[in-house]
Every structure is written in structure tokens, then in C-alpha cells.
């Protein structure tokens, strides 16, 4: 099952940006370098279907530093217009930017306070509302996230120019 996932990481890195690098893999975390940025990302636990848009998520650091930790969500499904898109970590909410099935950390000090409560928690999902009302959650396993957080930034940080 593990393998499984790890392939299924690796296979959306490859199709998300064949040049990247895979800088570490984990049981459900990759960190994978783009050249100017780099990033953590993971899929959801629920394997969408065959044609269906897979969940993925994921934490973006860039060399110029526009981009130092934001987190970021492709949903699973289209949430209705004027929904909330939340992510939960443990029962931590944090309200979203969205537009369409995309959602995203809305500035430095969320994606620190994200990751902060990342660091020590045990379940992490994003949930919204689709156009029936119906509220759906995107699940994820936080299995070797701040190791992937941490090795992307790494990798990033390297790449900075000095002022």
C-alpha cells in the first residue's frame, strides 16, 4: 500500500513538471525541485476514480523568496460559488483563498501559523461545499510532512540570491 502511494506522489510530480527533481520521498510527502521553486506535495488518501480530478496539496517555496511556504490545494471537486474552502489541521481551521477547484494560504503569516501546526498534528484535510450543497473532504496523511516541508525549503534556500 505504501509503494503504491509513493508511486502515485511520484507519478503526479512527473506529470506536474517533468524537469523536477525529487529532492526526498517519504510514505506520503515529496519534495520535489523545479529549478526556481520547490516544493512539498502529497495526494490525498482518497484515490479519485479513473477521469476524476485526484486531491493534491502542497506547500511552494521559490528562490526569490515571492513564494516562502504557501500552501496550496487542488480539490477533488468544484466547490459551489461564495463557499468557504477550509483547511483543518487536527481541528485547527484555516480559512482559504480559492478560485474555481484551486485554493491557496492567503499570505506569510497564515502559511507560518500553517506549517507551525502542521509540525505536531496527526490529520490534515481541505473541505468545502459543491454546487448541490453536499460538503466534501479531501484527507491526508501528514506521514514524513515536515521532512518534505523542510527538505523543499532547503533546497530553495540554497538556490537565494544575496543581497
Given at each position: 500500500?505504501?509503494?503504491?502511494?509513493?508511486?502515485?506522489?511520484?507519478?503526479?510530480?512527473?506529470?506536474?513538471?517533468?524537469?523536477?527533481?525529487?529532492?526526498?520521498?517519504?510514505?506520503?510527502?515529496?519534495?520535489?525541485?523545479?529549478?526556481?521553486?520547490?516544493?512539498?506535495?502529497?495526494?490525498?488518501?482518497?484515490?479519485?476514480?479513473?477521469?476524476?480530478?485526484?486531491?493534491?496539496?502542497?506547500?511552494?517555496?521559490?528562490?526569490?523568496?515571492?513564494?516562502?511556504?504557501?500552501?496550496?490545494?487542488?480539490?477533488?471537486?468544484?466547490?459551489?460559488?461564495?463557499?468557504?474552502?477550509?483547511?483543518?489541521?487536527?481541528?485547527?481551521?484555516?480559512?482559504?483563498?480559492?478560485?474555481?477547484?484551486?485554493?491557496?494560504?492567503?499570505?506569510?503569516?497564515?502559511?507560518?501559523?500553517?506549517?507551525?501546526?502542521?509540525?505536531?498534528?496527526?490529520?490534515?484535510?481541505?473541505?468545502?461545499?459543491?454546487?448541490?450543497?453536499?460538503?466534501f473532504v479531501d484527507?491526508?496523511?501528514?506521514?514524513?510532512?515536515?521532512?518534505?516541508?523542510?527538505?523543499?525549503?532547503?533546497?530553495?534556500?540554497?538556490?537565494?540570491?544575496?543581497?
Amino acid at each position: 500500500m505504501v509503494r503504491a502511494f509513493l508511486l502515485l506522489i511520484f507519478a503526479t510530480a512527473a506529470m506536474a513538471n517533468a524537469a523536477g527533481k525529487i529532492v526526498y520521498a517519504g510514505s506520503a510527502w515529496a519534495a520535489i525541485d523545479r529549478g526556481g521553486s520547490c516544493e512539498a506535495l502529497s495526494r490525498s488518501v482518497r484515490i479519485a476514480a479513473k477521469g476524476k480530478v485526484q486531491a493534491q496539496a502542497g506547500f511552494t517555496f521559490s528562490a526569490d523568496r515571492q513564494h516562502w511556504g504557501e500552501f496550496h490545494a487542488q480539490l477533488r471537486r468544484m466547490p459551489r460559488p461564495g463557499a468557504a474552502v477550509m483547511l483543518r489541521i487536527d481541528n485547527r481551521p484555516f480559512l482559504l483563498a480559492a478560485q474555481g477547484n484551486q485554493a491557496w494560504s492567503d499570505g506569510p503569516l497564515q502559511e507560518q501559523a500553517i506549517i507551525a501546526a502542521l509540525r505536531n498534528a496527526t490529520s490534515m484535510s481541505v473541505e468545502s461545499r459543491d454546487g448541490a450543497g453536499q460538503r466534501f473532504v479531501d484527507p491526508y496523511s501528514l506521514d514524513d510532512a515536515a521532512t518534505a516541508i523542510d527538505a523543499a525549503a532547503a533546497a530553495c534556500a540554497g538556490k537565494m540570491q544575496r543581497r
